[in-house]
Structures are given as structure tokens and as C-alpha cells.
């Protein structure tokens, strides 16, 4: 599979950085696999390793299949390209990764989709609901943040800072899913257990809300003590995400790139 011109084209990387452009571009084209892509309009981003807090983002102008590890843009926290390239950044996509990576040290990757299942769980007053064991282990994470719009507005980075908090994943009320994690590795797993609560959400409501089963008083409280951050990003770490590295090399290794 041929690849699109490099963005960055010197011959070396910072140390790490080439690990962290490996990854994501594996993150871009498990969303791709998954269908959680929308055309080019979402965005995933990782931190580049050192002081400087340059962070890796999507070339606009590239589907998410096509992202290779050397395509990838490395941009600073006011959204200026470092070294030279060809392509566009999202605007919004800047505005709200610059945000958590600016404000977070642990947000070493930082991802956000669009996904119907998602924008569906967003538009929904209540939220996500704990009615099904992914929905637990997900949602007592979970933060929310009100529509404002496009997110363009340099200004909105305040208070999306101010409502995720300390938590690990968002849902943007109207919007879609996000989701923080201290490698890319666990960003993405904790981003597919909140990905999947919402369609099981959007599936189980056909049966009424009213007709759901609720768990006994304290379950979710256990649950969310037995998927703690820490656990959860051990296991996607050593295990998950090399088992996906793998899925991805059987199909289309091109990704490393």
C-alpha cells in the first residue's frame, strides 16, 4: 500500500516520539476498523515525549486508513505546525486537545469521535446509564460538557478543562465521546468501553426505559472500584493493545510507516 508524501521528512525523531507516532497512527486506523471514523472529521492526538509539549494530531486532509506514523502532524500547544508540512490541522480539533494536553499532565493521548451510537448517549438528558457492565466500568469516569458549538473558540478550552476534571472520558453533550489516557494504548481501550456502552444504551432503550433491569444497590460501586484507572490501563497496556498491533499487522501493517 503506497503511502501519502511524510509530513515530517527529517531523518530522525526525538527520543519516543517515533514509538508515539506508531501508536497513534495504529489508533487512527483501529477507528477506521471499528467505523468510528467520520470521514475526516474527528481526532485523536498524543503528547510527543520532552519539555516542549508538541503533540501529534491527524492531517486534515487524510482518511483515517490512509494515516501512516510519518504523515502525522506535530503541532505546539497554539496550534502551529513544528517543521514544515503541507497539511491543514482541524481547528476544533486543536482547540479541544490542546485543552486537556495543555491543562493535563497525565494526557499523554487524547481522542474524540462522532460516532452515531455516541452522538445518540449525548443527546440524551439522563446521559449514560449504569444498566449494563461496560456502561459501569465506563461510566463512573465519566464527565460531561454543555454544546457551545464548533468548538473553534479558544475560549471554550477553560471550561472544558473545568468540567473533565480529574476524570478520564467526556461525553459532549450534543456532540460525542472523548476520552484521556495516560499512553495511546490505554486512551483507546477506555474510549471502546465507553464507545460500546452507548450503542448497547442506544439498543436496550428500544425495550423502554422503564422495562430495563437495575442492578442491586452497591453493584455499581463495585464495579467501579474493580476498574479503576490504574487496572484498567495495566491490562490495556500489557495486553490489549498488543493483541490489536497485531490484528492491525495481519491486515495492513502500513501503519508504521
Avoid at 3 to 15: E, K, Q
Avoid at 79 to 91: I, L, Q, W
Avoid at 150 to 163: F, I, K, M, P, S
Amino acid at each position: 500500500m503506497a503511502t501519502l508524501a511524510s509530513v515530517d521528512t527529517s531523518p530522525t525523531y526525538a527520543p519516543g516520539e517515533w514509538e508515539a507516532r506508531v501508536d497513534l497512527a495504529a489508533a487512527y486506523r483501529l477507528v477506521a476498523l471499528y467505523g468510528w471514523d467520520d470521514l475526516i472529521f474527528t481526532h485523536l492526538s498524543a503528547r510527543v515525549p520532552g519539555p516542549e509539549h508538541h503533540f501529534l494530531i491527524n492531517p486534515y486532509d487524510m482518511m483515517f486508513e490512509e494515516i501512516t506514523a510519518s504523515s502525522l502532524v506535530k503541532i505546539d500547544v497554539e496550534g502551529k505546525p513544528v517543521g514544515a508540512t503541507t497539511h491543514p490541522v482541524n481547528p476544533a480539533g486543536f482547540t479541544i486537545h490542546s485543552a486537556i494536553h495543555m491543562a493535563r499532565e497525565d494526557a499523554h493521548a487524547v481522542m474524540h469521535l462522532h460516532t452515531p451510537h455516541g452522538q445518540a448517549v449525548s443527546a440524551m438528558e439522563f446521559g449514560l446509564l449504569p444498566h449494563t457492565q461496560t456502561a459501569m466500568i465506563a461510566g463512573h469516569d465519566v464527565a460531561y460538557h454543555d454544546y457551545e458549538g464548533v468548538a473553534t473558540d479558544l475560549e471554550e478550552r477553560e471550561r472544558l478543562v473545568a468540567d473533565i476534571g480529574e476524570k478520564n472520558a467526556m461525553i459532549l453533550r450534543n456532540h460525542g465521546t472523548l476520552a484521556v489516557g495516560d499512553s495511546v494504548a490505554s486512551c483507546f481501550v477506555r474510549l471502546y468501553f465507553l464507545e460500546r456502552a452507548c450503542e448497547a444504551q442506544v439498543q436496550m432503550l428500544s425495550a423502554g426505559r422503564e422495562n430495563l433491569n437495575k442492578v442491586h444497590q452497591g453493584v455499581e460501586d463495585k464495579v467501579a472500584h474493580q476498574s479503576n484507572p490504574k487496572g484498567m490501563g495495566g491490562l490495556a497496556q500489557k495486553l490489549a493493545w498488543p493483541a490489536l498491533l497485531r490484528k492491525l499487522d495481519r491486515i495492513d501493517p502500513s501503519y508504521r510507516e
